[in-house]
T-cell receptor
Framework: GAGVSQSPSNKVTEKGKDVELRCDPI?????LYWYRQSLGQGLEFLIY????????KSGLPSDRFSAERTGGSVSTLTIQRTQQEDSAVYLC???????????FGPGTRLLVL | EDQVTQSPEALRLQEGESSSLNCSYT??????LFWYRQDPGKGPEFLFT???AGEEKEKERLKATLTKKESFLHITAPKPEDSATYLC?????????????FGKGTKLSVIP
């Protein structure tokens, strides 16, 4: 596709359930980034992948959050035992290299009831 | 730690009334300063990258400028379709240089 795609667009879940968010980067982009945008806050960096590896996971807010990337393309962000404070928009971005402009997807809006 | 502060938080303009948005930053070795536009319910849309003090870039009614401490996004004769939240972000050369540090944004409303 022409841009970064994310699914689902919206997700409503109950507290304590696990959720999986998917990101499909721009074709040929080897670097992939996850950010979180909470109401009234700036975008918060979560994790980045270079190929299939994630050199730095320190941005993940708790051990309930994990992410993987397989085949150097699609990435999945998993939140286990969701809490209400996890409600936010989760954004994915990709680049050809870490020194280039990051292009964002439309985001997944997560609401934890 | 890199920091970005945007002002004002919100700005209402009449159509055709020019103004500027401010982005103040502190960063260890600037690799790039980025401006994005974000419409409600959508992801950030890239506008400009500035790399060094004195650099300017223009696109339609928008012009971005950069100094060593801040960047301005000038909007000339805005139209209602320019209404959006404008985000500023920096990329430093220190630890974690792959990530962008964002400000909270300026919500611009252009009234017909």
């Amino acid at each position: 596709g022409a841009g970064v795609s994310q699914s689902p667009s919206n997700k409503v879940t109950e507290k304590g359930k696990d959720v999986e968010l998917r990101c499909d980067p721009i074709s040929g982009h080897t670097a992939l980034y996850w950010y979180r945008q909470s109401l009234g806050q700036g975008l918060e960096f979560l994790i980045y992948f270079q190929g299939n590896s994630a050199p730095d996971k320190s941005g993940l807010p708790s051990d309930r959050f994990s992410a993987e990337r397989t085949g150097g393309s699609v990435s999945t962000l998993t939140i286990q035992r969701t809490q209400q404070e996890d409600s936010a928009v989760y954004l994915c971005a990709s680049t050809k290299s870490t020194q280039e402009t990051q292009y964002f997807g439309p985001g997944t809006r997560l609401l934890v009831l | 730690e890199d920091q970005v502060t945007q002002s004002p938080e919100a700005l209402r303009l009449q159509e055709g009334e020019s103004s500027s948005l401010n982005c103040s930053y502190t960063v260890s070795g600037l690799r790039g300063l980025f401006w994005y536009r974000q419409d409600p319910g959508k992801g950030p849309e890239f506008l400009f990258t500035l790399y060094s003090a004195g650099e300017e870039k223009e696109k339609e009614r928008l012009k971005a400028t950069l100094t060593k401490k801040e960047s301005f996004l000038h909007i000339t004769a805005p139209k209602p379709e320019d209404s959006a939240t404008y985000l500023c972000a920096v990329q430093g050369s220190g630890a974690g240089s792959y990530q962008l540090t964002f400000g909270k944004g300026t919500k611009l409303s252009v009234i017909p």
